[in-house]
């Protein structure tokens, strides 16, 4: 890998803990608040809505500025935001200032690979960006729920610090800092050389020009398949994080700060997924794990069916007694199988349609594309989640409905896919 390449892993690393971390703080502080169970999807609606409403212009900026000033100027709007709820300002409102930020540091993470190195080396980058993001969501959940936890609020309860009353605010404090730390990483990245017009200049043809990019890569036989089921698995993938913790809860009978650490058996099966599919998945073969996205979407929703009740009274000792308990213990390799399968089906389609992207348009316009239906499908599955819990209907129907629907789309994906196999050469798309 190339001379700055690590500095990007880590700096990707560090925001990425944040990220994690504070999801866990702000749903912890919508908890003190006493707010409904379904303002938990709203949060991340309204945090996802930037991505979807500021695609147009996400790509331009990336594009417009070296990506390493990009990514500082957003870990810094990240911490502006959770200043903003340490302040008082309401956790959704403050939510979706961080994902302002978020909106614009993607195009620059993903689209910064592309100048740095060849297409040849993209499925190990991003299985390393992969990996270093996957150890990041389990150090960042164990942090969220350690920062929530009766631990921490015990070390907050009768000081008196400015602006920390709780533990949630505690934690808020503490995100905002790993923030900082992002920040002042992302100074250290090399510049690429990369340079591209300044469409920001032209604000009036950015709307017309993201169509055209849209429609472009919806056109291509590669592209098209790609963006597909990255879409599909990045609104399920967001889904699925607020879903863990439900089914945790009501399943296991888990409490917040415990069902977090739940999450991070997820990553660890995606980091063993991304890995497998660095070593084993070139780029000219990427579409053929379509079929491990059915997999996934299979073990998603025999979630539903795993609890408490399979295992006697007798089978393990109470949680309370600081004892896991065997139907907890049998839990994780469930959630590993299911990181496993989505990381090694993840890896090499971001890969394929980095570099479609990349080859079609521009690095920062292809990753916004992206963006926006990625976010687009996390919006309607959040706002389908959030309903279905408004309806009351149970957390063990909705994971059945899940999964059964991410099969069925990626069904439909790979027939597409076989169509498209008889109209072009895939090994001279991608240039090999």
């Known amino acids: 890998m190339k001379k700055g390449f690590y500095t990007i892993i880590a700096a990707q690393f560090v925001s990425s803990l944040a990220d994690n971390a504070l999801l866990i703080a702000a749903i912890a502080l919508l908890g003190a608040m006493h707010a409904a169970n379904w303002f938990t999807p709203l949060l991340q609606i309204l ?63 993903y689209g910064i690979l592309t100048e740095l190195l060849p297409a040849a080396r993209l499925v190990a980058a991003n299985a390393w960006l992969e990996s270093a993001t996957v150890l990041s969501t389990i150090l960042g959940t164990a942090l969220g729920g350690a920062l929530i936890s009766p631990i921490a609020q015990r070390l907050v309860s009768g000081r008196h610090w400015p602006l ?110 991304a890995a497998a599919a660095a070593a084993l998945v070139p780029l000219a073969r990427s579409l053929k794990v379509l079929p491990v996205g059915i997999a996934a979407g299979v073990v998603a929703g025999a979630m539903a069916f795993y609890g408490k009740w399979l295992f006697p009274p007798t089978a393990g000792l109470h949680v309370a007694d600081h004892f896991i308990a065997a139907y907890i213990l049998m839990a994780y390799p469930v959630m590993i199988a299911l990181g496993g399968l989505a990381g090694y089906f993840i890896v090499p389609m971001n890969a394929l349609l980095q570099h479609r992207g990349a080859t079609l348009i521009t690095a920062g316009h292809s990753i916004a594309v992206q963006n926006f239906n990625q976010n687009l499908a996390v919006l309607l599955m959040l706002g389908a989640y959030a309903l279905l819990l408004r309806a009351n209907m149970p957390v063990q129907w909705i994971i059945v409905t899940f999964g059964t629907f991410v099969c069925t789309m990626i069904w439909l994906a790979k027939r597409r896919s076989t169509v498209n196999a008889r109209k072009v050469d895939v090994r001279a798309m991608i240039g090999e």
């Open 47 to 109: 945090f996802t809505t930037s991505y979807v409403v500021l695609a147009p212009f996400a790509g331009a900026f990336a594009d417009a500025m070296q990506k390493r000033h990009v990514m500082f100027a957003a870990n810094a709007l990240k911490a502006l935001g959770c200043a903003m709820m340490l302040a008082g300002v309401h956790p959704m409102l403050a939510y979706g200032v961080v994902g302002i930020g978020a909106a614009a540091y993607s195009p620059a993470k």
């Open 164 to 273: 920390v009353h709780d533990a949630p605010d505690f934690a808020m404090f503490a995100v905002m800092l790993v923030y900082a730390l992002a920040a002042l990483i992302n100074i250290g990245i090399p510049d690429t050389g990369a340079r591209y017009a300044n469409r920001l200049r032209e604000p009036q043809r950015l709307v017309g020009e993201f169509v055209d990019c849209f429609n472009l890569l919806w056109r291509d036989e590669l592209a098209q398949i790609a963006l597909w089921v990255t879409t599909l698995m990045w609104g399920a993938a967001v889904t699925l994080q607020l879903l863990v913790l439900k089914w945790a809860n009501v399943n296991l009978g888990l409490s917040l700060s415990k069902a977090a650490l739940m999450q991070g058996a997820t990553g660890i099966g995606i980091a063993l997924g």
